[in-house]
C-alpha cells in the first residue's frame, strides 16, 4: 500500500478522529473526498476492512500481533483477499490507529498452483464387514447405506435435519472419495470429498444460477477452473481460493473477449481485451484498468 495513501489515512484520522471508521458512509464520503477520488485499489481495499469491522478491534486489540493475523485470515477467508493485500490492509491500519511499524509476515502462494499437500483421509481402525443399516442421530440426523461398527463407512447417503442431503461415499464417519451433496436451498456440488469438503475436481451449481466446474481445495475455487455466470459469462483459467488468479480468458456475452493475466480476481498484467466492436487494447493492466503501451485500434478483417 502507497506511502502517499497511508498519510492520507493518518491525516484523516487527525483531522476526524478515530471513529471515522465506525461510519461506513460517513467513511467512504470523506475517504473520496480527501484522496480526491484517486487511489482507487487503496480505498477499495480499505473500505472491504472497515466493512469487516477491522480498525475498531485493532484500535482495541490486547495483543496485537496476535490480532493482526487473526484479521488477515478473516479478510482472506470472507471476503477473498490475497494474503499480501489482507496484510498490507491489516498493517497500514495498525501503522495510522496505534503507531505499530511492524510488519506482518504471511506464506506466499504460487499464482496458477494448487497446494501440493493433500488432505489425508480419516483413520478407519474398523476390522468389521460392512453392514446396511439406517441410523437415526440424535442431532435429527438420518443416515442410510453401509457402516462398520455402527460408524458409517462406504456406500451411504446422509439426510441432515436441515433438508441438506449428501449421497456417496464414507470413510469412517466423514464425507470422503465421490459424492453428491444437495443442499435444501438449490445449492449443489458432485465431485471429489476429502474430509467433509469438496477437494479435488468437482462441479459446483449455485442457487443464482452460476457454475462452477474444476479443481477444489478445502471447499474452495482453487486451480483451474471454468465458472458460467447466470447471465452466461463465462471464465476460463486459474483460480486462488474464489478469485480469478492466474492466467485465464473471459468471454462477455456483449461479444468482449480478454485474454491474459487476473490477480486477486481483477485484470491485472499481461492481457489482450478485444471488443465486440473490433477495438483492441493489448498490454499491461493494472486492477482492471488498461495502463502499458499497446495497440488500439480495430481487427484486420478480411
Not at 493482526?68 to 495510522?96: H, P, Q, R, T, W
Amino acid at each position: 500500500m502507497e506511502q502517499a495513501f497511508i498519510d492520507i489515512l493518518k491525516r484523516m484520522v487527525k483531522e476526524q478522529g478515530k471513529d471515522v471508521f465506525n461510519d461506513i458512509r460517513r467513511f467512504r464520503a470523506l475517504l473520496a473526498d480527501y484522496t480526491r477520488n484517486e487511489y482507487k485499489k487503496e480505498s477499495r481495499l480499505i473500505l472491504q476492512s472497515v466493512e469487516a469491522g477491522v480498525p475498531k478491534i485493532i484500535e482495541g486489540a490486547e495483543d496485537l500481533a496476535a490480532c493482526k493475523k487473526g484479521k488477515i485470515k478473516d479478510l482472506e477467508e470472507e471476503y477473498g483477499l490475497s494474503a499480501a493485500f489482507a496484510s498490507n490492509i491489516v498493517d497500514a491500519l495498525a501503522f495510522v490507529l496505534r503507531g505499530d511499524t511492524t510488519k506482518t509476515v504471511i506464506e506466499t502462494l504460487t499464482v496458477g498452483t494448487t497446494p501440493v499437500e493433500t488432505p489425508t483421509a480419516p483413520t478407519n481402525t474398523a476390522s468389521s464387514t460392512p453392514v446396511k443399516e439406517k441410523k437415526t442421530f440424535a442431532s435429527g440426523n438420518v443416515y442410510e447405506g453401509e457402516t462398520v461398527n455402527g460408524i458409517p463407512h462406504g456406500k451411504g447417503k446422509k439426510t441432515l435435519a436441515n433438508g441438506d442431503v449428501y449421497e456417496g461415499d464414507f470413510v469412517n464417519g466423514e464425507l470422503h472419495g465421490k459424492g453428491r451433496f444437495t443442499y435444501l436451498k438449490g445449492q449443489s456440488y458432485e465431485g471429489d470429498f476429502v474430509n467433509g469438503e469438496p477437494h479435488g475436481k468437482g462441479k459446483m451449481k449455485n442457487v443464482n444460477g452460476s457454475t462452477y466446474e474444476g479443481d477444489f481445495v478445502n471447499g474452495k475455487y482453487h486451480g483451474k477452473g471454468k465458472y458460467t455466470w447466470p447471465g452466461g459469462d463465462v471464465y476460463e483459467g486459474y483460480w486462488v481460493k474464489h478469485q480469478r488468479h492466474g492466467k485465464g480468458k473471459m468471454i462477455m456475452t456483449n461479444g468482449d473477449v480478454y485474454e491474459g493475466d487476473f490477480f486477486n480476481d481483477m485484470k491485472h498484467g499481461k492481457g489482450k481485451m478485444t471488443y465486440a466492436n473490433g477495438k483492441v487494447k493489448n498490454g499491461d493492466w493494472e486492477y482492471e484498468e488498461f495502463k502499458g503501451k499497446g495497440i488500439l485500434g480495430k481487427l484486420f478483417r478480411k
